[in-house]
């Protein structure tokens, strides 16, 4: 049994030419997370000692997304084994301790903790195998490096596409870029790679041929394909993304939610949805998402760190953006926006409403064409309403400003200064009947006609 220590180098150095982007591969998202996100996530679910990520120049942004994992620098990317080395310093003393190394790659968004579990697993019940490698199987035609078995089982080399015969290319075990194995061996490994092939980097994988040389056994641990899809181009990364939304749809619905039409509705990974959720056809959960016990969302809402008190309705067509906090049995209809803004238990804004910036109190009622004007152009206004208030249709509420409890504004009303509670607010035109002059003006109009035309 190998129970010592584990240091896993994470690598995140590569450009991604094959994405054709100014953002750097790794960061690209995958059901609202960065993949190195995705990638660190599964890595510290084994709790190792010590997690490294290998970052290329100028990737600052890649940095502050590993954090507060260590980073090092690997200067030019010369290719997988090459990123290995550059981790070296940083994992030597581990090494020299007799611990595990675990390599993993930047783009591989769906593996899980649990392979990485049984992958470790494997290496400490198989310890005279120095490296596992982990595998799966796919027919070819594809990219990924092939995996070459000696008779016994144990791996021979691996051979990148651009590298391999047309024989080889045959193989359908291909190599999943995890690997765990001895620190020292791996270490002593990478640092006598050579660039020596059809790409002229430095292949993590040639350390295979090289430790089958020294007689040092590898094996395979074969996972599913869907597990370590390597995402290079941007139709991989919708992949990546099609195969993750259906994880978090199975989470959901296992966890007691009703997805009317699931391929429709969208989700983040970190979305929560409580028991007796209805989700219609065609929501959209960004970032930050907390819905409580027997929420209805309608279609087409989209949705983003909000928070959803139990017994609440948004939708059809809602958007909530940031700050939004519906309150319990809140209900918030058709195009209404509502942004940093709660709304107080049994509150209502059903209709074609934006609410930024503001408080409404319990049981308010907030009428349709209810506008809070909380940006004058260089800074945000909060408004706040009374419990139980009435704001009538079409009203500009504009903030700073305190509706008070009870209080009642006339329809239309264009408000710039507080109401008192329980008193009435109007501030339109007063209106004006005047009989029999719609006729009047319509015989005058008639006869203008005439004249013209005559
Ligand atoms: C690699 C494997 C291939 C495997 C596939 C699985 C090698 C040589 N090939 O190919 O056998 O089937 O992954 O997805 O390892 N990186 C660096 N520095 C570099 C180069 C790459 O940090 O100099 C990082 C990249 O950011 C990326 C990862 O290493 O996260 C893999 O590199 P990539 O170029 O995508 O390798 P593949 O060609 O996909
Ligand atoms: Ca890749």
């Given at each position: ?24 591969k790794v960061l690209h998202e ?47 990317q010369l290719g997988t084994g ?359 003006l319509r015989e005058r109009l ?9």
């Open positions: 049994m190998t129970a010592g220590k584990l240091g896993v180098v994470v690598l995140a150095a590569g450009q991604g030419t094959r994405m054709r982007s100014a953002v750097p995958v059901a609202g997370r960065a993949m190195l996100a995705h990638v660190l996530a599964a890595a510290r679910s084994i709790s190792p000692e010590r997690i490294v990520v290998v970052v290329g120049p100028d990737m600052p942004e890649v940095e502050s997304a590993a954090a507060p994992c260590a980073t090092v620098l690997q200067e030019r090459d990123a290995v080395a550059a981790a070296s310093d940083s994992l030597a003393d581990l090494a020299s301790e007799g611990g595990d190394i675990l390599v993993l790659y930047g783009d591989t968004p769906l593996l899980s903790g649990e392979t990485l579990a049984a992958l470790r697993a494997r290496r400490q019940r198989e310890p005279d195998a120095s490296v596992v490698a982990l595998a799966f199987r796919r027919p070819p035609p594809h990219a990924y490096g092939r995996i070459k078995l000696e008779t016994d089982g144990a791996i021979a080399a691996i051979v990148e596409d651009s590298d391999a015969t047309a024989e080889e290319r045959r193989i359908d075990l291909c190599n999943a870029g995890v690997m765990i194995a001895d620190g020292a061996v791996l270490l002593d490994l990478v640092a006598r790679l050579s660039s020596d092939n059809a790409q002229g980097e430095y292949y993590l994988t040639d350390i295979f041929a090289l430790a089958r040389a020294e007689g040092l056994r590898s094996v395979v641990h074969e996972t599913e394909e869907a597990e370590v899809l390597g995402v290079n181009s941007r139709a991989e990364l919708a992949d990546a993304e099609r195969r993750m939304q259906a994880r978090l749809r199975e989470r959901a619905m296992r966890e007691g939610a009703t997805l009317v039409d699931p391929d429709t509705v969208h989700l983040a990974m970190d979305t929560r949805l409580g028991r007796d959720v209805v989700v219609e056809p065609h929501v959209v959960f960004g970032n930050g998402v907390e819905v409580g016990d027997g929420v209805r969302i309608g279609a087409f809402s989209h949705i983003a760190g909000a928070k959803l008190e139990a017994g609440s309705q948004v939708g059809p067509y809602a958007r909530l953006r940031p700050g939004a906090h519906i309150g319990p049995g809140a209900r918030v209809g058709n195009f209404v926006e509502v942004k940093n803004a709660s709304l107080g238990p049994g509150a209502k804004a059903n209709h074609l409403t934006y609410l930024g910036d503001a408080e409404v109190g319990g049981d308010a009622n907030v009428g349709a064409g209810t506008i809070t004007c909380n940006y004058d152009g260089l800074n945000k206004h909060r408004t706040v309403i009374g419990a139980g208030a009435f704001i009538g249709s079409n009203t500009a509420l504009v903030a700073p400003i305190n509706i008070g409890a009870g209080a009642v504004v006339g329809a239309g009303s264009t408000l710039t200064a507080d109401v008192e509670e329980d008193a009435v607010a109007l501030s339109r035109a007063p209106q004006t009947n005047r009989p029999g002059a719609a006729r009047r008639a006869k203008l006609k005439a004249k013209s035309k005559g």
